[in-house]
């Protein structure tokens, strides 16, 4: 006998939103569901996935098969962002700010779904929109992770670090020699 593998799915998902959307035609209103469904393998990808079908069971299939072709990998600092970032899509902005270590993760909504599957655990968002709608925040969570940068700490890794506080150390040096050369 041949023995049989199954296939294990590195992702999880969760389904943000149904929608019962309609289209009339000639012959009366047809009925459809519209599913917007984020996954991700909580270890620095997620992705979201927007989909339509006759039935809901359908439509979240087909929202999980789009959501798997959009997964993008994110700058992860441990289970922080780098650095804070604040971000618009369409009627939503956010604002996510790193947090320290045992912080817990401060989101509301959408934005706390799509942080916790992209595997972020001490991070803090705030909505500053007063859009309620689910996949523009959704959006707007997901487009902000896209623009995080890679930071660099002692082990070789990349760091974003602050110019004015490297500007700063530039020019104390500078002065502290100046005032040493002027003595002699």
Known sequence: MRPQFQKTDEYKDHVLE?????????????MRFRT?????????KVGIGVAKGPDVVESI?????????NVFTINMDG??????IEMKYS????VIKPAE??????????????????????????????TTNKLANAMVTLE?????????????KIKVENDNAKSKDESDKKRSKDLTDSKL
Do not use: C, E, W
């Open 101 to 130: 270590v045992g912080h817990g993760l401060m989101a509301g909504g959408a934005a706390r779904i799509v942080l916790s599957m992209a595997g972020f655990a001490d991070v803090t968002a705030k909505y500053l929109s007063r």
């Open 79 to 84: 289970k922080t962002i780098p650095h804070p």
């Open 144 to 156: 902000a992770l896209k623009q995080l940068k890679p930071s660099k700490n002692q082990n070789g």
């Open 36 to 44: 917007v469904v984020v996954i991700g393998n909580q270890k620095g």
């Open 91 to 94: 009627a939503a902005r956010i």
């Open 18 to 30: 149904i929608n019962r959307v309609t289209r009339v035609t000639k012959g009366g209103k047809r």
């Open 61 to 69: 299939s087909k929202a999980k098969n789009k959501a798997k072709k």
